[in-house]
């Protein structure tokens, strides 16, 4: 069992680019999430996906959208990167928001010049 | 906004002491969860602890919560080197809505 498969694992761009961050899971978890993890800051909640077909906003969705691809895939996209979007990200999935464990993958470390 | 609080924010103890983390929060919750983060690794869960639980044990980790004081502790006994990771809190509000994470506890164990 893969769980939480992430890619790529790293990234650089240049700021203004735009790409996408691709997250499966194999555990036909309903609950799809991005956070974004910073130092000093812990995790922060970018979006996240309650069940196939809906995506809700967390705690900082500025300069990204999300797309549930179906109930496996829940991508991320930065259509313009910012240098404060510099970060790790994680994506993660759970059988439902809140009541059960979030189960993650292993990052991605994106560096925006 | 933050749910969870972790204190210390680190803590460096030898190999074979207990190590005692705290998560504080400012909400009710349905239930309250730790995870671990090793270096360059995703979160893993270690375990959830519901509203109407006081305390759970899992091998080595004990976990108390206090719902008066809005508060849970994480106690592990016999600490190993293995063991050195950043310890998060993640609370659940409640209404199908995400986990909220704290900022961790960064925990070194010196063999």
């Known amino acids: 069992n893969a769980g939480v498969t992430q890619t790529p694992k790293f990234q650089v761009l240049k700021t203004g680019q735009s790409m996408t961050l691709q997250c499966a899971q194999d555990?036909?978890?309903?609950?799809m999430y991005w956070y974004r993890q910073d130092p000093g800051m812990g995790l922060r909640l970018i979006y996240y996906s309650a069940s196939e077909g809906t995506t809700d906003k967390g705690e900082v969705p500025n300069g990204y959208n999300v797309s549930r691809l179906n109930k496996r895939e829940f991508s991320l996209r930065l259509e313009s990167a910012a240098p404060s979007q510099t970060s790790v990200y994680f994506c993660?999935?759970?059988?439902?928001?809140?009541?059960?464990?979030?189960?993650f993958g292993n990052g991605t470390r994106l560096t925006v010049t | 906004s933050q749910q969870g609080e972790e204190d210390p924010q680190a803590l460096s103890i030898q190999e074979g002491e207990n190590a005692t983390m705290n998560c504080s929060y400012k909400?009710?919750?349905?239930?309250l969860q730790w995870y671990r983060q090793n270096s360059g690794r995703g979160l893993v869960h270690l375990i959830l602890i519901r509203s109407n639980e006081r305390e759970k044990h899992s091998g080595r980790l004990r976990v108390t919560l206090d719902t008066s004081k809005k508060s849970s502790s994480l106690l592990i006994t016999a600490s190993r080197a293995a063991d050195t990771a950043s310890y998060f809190c993640?609370?659940?509000?409640?209404?199908?809505?995400?986990?909220?994470f704290g900022k961790g506890t960064r925990l070194s164990v010196i063999a």
């Open positions: 993640a609370t659940d509000a409640g209404g199908n809505t995400p986990l909220v």
């Open positions: 909400t009710s919750i349905n239930n």
């Open positions: 993660a999935s759970s059988g439902a928001p809140g009541n059960s464990p979030l189960h």
């Open positions: 555990m036909n978890h309903n609950s």
